[in-house]
């Protein structure tokens, strides 16, 4: 995703999140890596921390359920509903990808 240090990879991710911020429905964007920092997102600074540290806690305990339940598999996205948002996490071996909407606009 954004593993690049040239303008090509902050391209890839300004357009990933222009794309998938212009989806009915979608409250943030948010690009991450692993460990919880916050490489861009479309939500607010403080916001996006609080997103940051609890999913990539969250995506990190659920891989290792994954793991445990089976060896050989690997958590590739993970989907989350509640009454107000649906959050959905893709990972990556480096970054996360975690896309904020409102159910209620599918």
């Given at each position: 995703?954004?593993?690049?240090?040239?303008?090509?990879?902050?391209?890839?991710?300004?357009?990933?999140?222009?794309?998938?911020?212009?989806?009915?429905?979608?409250?943030?964007?948010t690009?991450?890596?692993?460990?919880?920092?916050?490489?861009?997102?479309?939500?607010?600074?403080?916001?996006?921390?609080?997103?940051?540290?609890?999913?990539?806690?969250?995506?990190?305990?659920?891989?290792?359920?994954?793991?445990?339940?089976?060896?050989?598999?690997?958590?590739?996205?993970?989907?989350?509903?509640?009454?107000?948002?649906?959050?959905?996490?893709?990972?990556?071996?480096?970054y996360?990808?975690?896309?904020?909407?409102?159910?209620?606009?599918?």
């Amino acid at each position: 995703m954004a593993s690049r240090d040239n303008n090509d990879g902050q391209i890839d991710i300004d357009e990933t999140i222009n794309r998938l911020g212009s989806k009915r429905g979608v409250e943030s964007v948010t690009v991450l890596t692993k460990d919880g920092r916050v490489i861009r997102t479309t939500a607010t600074a403080e916001h996006g921390e609080i997103q940051a540290k609890l999913l990539s806690k969250l995506a990190r305990d659920a891989a290792e359920i994954v793991e445990e339940l089976e060896s050989q598999d690997e958590l590739s996205f993970l989907r989350i509903r509640t009454k107000r948002h649906e959050i959905m996490v893709a990972l990556d071996h480096s970054y996360l990808l975690v896309v904020v909407q409102s159910p209620q606009s599918e």
